[in-house]
């Protein structure tokens, strides 16, 4: 698949068909994840793939009902991907925590690669970290930083809307047009 068409065409998928990801597909997934840039090339992350009906209801809770995410973890989706990291394992740098940056970039890499297999996913920030943390048995030293559902969605939203570039991008100074 080309690059730029996932990342142009990948989107947060919060309705999943009930089939199951086949093995193959996890492992290329994970793989692409695995490659990610990190702070000293530490690799603070870790992943927990969920299938387990109790362990999944358990994830569920720890998300609002009024988030738009829940049903997927809870009622659809066959997998979910808890996103952990550990942040004495990566570095800061006046005040700034690269730890999340680690675990974001390594998602990113995660959910494009779901993409290209034609899987969705949805980062959810917005759950219960106490109640993730139970779910799964996940140390006190680890953040829970992401959920996501892993699985086939079934649909494909269209391209959302961004900002234009000239919103966004500056030539040499701050707010001088590119
Ligand atoms: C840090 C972060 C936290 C997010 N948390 C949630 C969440 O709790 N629930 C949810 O439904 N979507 C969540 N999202 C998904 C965003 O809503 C979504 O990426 C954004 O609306 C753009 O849509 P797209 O991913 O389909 O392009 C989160 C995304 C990011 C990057």
Redesign the pocket.
Known sequence: MDLYQALRD???I?KYKPDPVPEEKLTRILDAARMAPSWSNLQCWKFIIVRDPHRKKILADSIPGT???ARAVGKTAPAVVVLCADPRASGNHDGKDYYLLDAGLAMQQLMLAAYAEGLGT?????FDEAKARAACDIPAEYRVVALSPLGVPVNQ?ST?LRKEISEIVYKEEWGKPL
């Open positions: 990948r989107r947060s919060r988030n738009p995410a949805c980062w959810i920030a917005w939203p959302r």
